[in-house]
């Protein structure tokens, strides 16, 4: 009985460890919003800003489609917001993107 215990005890630390392994291997990796690159700052802005428009245009699509807005308010949102949706994505993939100095080009040969 005593074996199953300590076996049991080994594998649950061993499953500890698997999980935990990830956030113990690279201490020096950006933590904080702040510690990020201008630029990569800036694409996450972009890329925040187009979710929260497409998220509105699903929204108003489904009260739309479900009575909560009329055919004529529908209209009149959903033009701006596919233009503000369009803007972003445009300018998420203008913005420039921040090689990362720790991933290496491999060659095949």
């Known amino acids: 009985m005593s074996v199953w215990l300590v076996l ?3 594998l649950a ?3 500890v460890l698997v ?3 990830p956030f113990l291997r690279n201490p020096d990796a950006p933590e904080r919003l702040d510690e990020l690159a ?10 925040e800003e187009r979710d929260r428009v497409l998220a509105a245009l699903k929204e108003l699509e489904f009260d739309h489609r479900t009575g909560k807005i009329s055919d004529e308010d529908y209209r009149e949102l ?4 596919r233009r503000q949706a369009a803007e972003a994505l ?3 993939e203008r ?3 921040e090689r990362d ?7 095949r040969g």
């Open 19 to 21: 999980v935990s392994l």
């Open 38 to 47: 201008p630029s990569e700052r800036r694409r996450l802005e972009l890329a």
């Open 90 to 92: 445009r300018a998420l």
């Open 101 to 107: 100095p720790d991933v290496r080009l491999r060659v």
């Open 78 to 81: 959903v033009g701006p917001l």
């Open 8 to 10: 049991g005890a080994l």
């Open 13 to 15: 630390v061993a499953a």
């Open 95 to 97: 913005a420039p993107k």
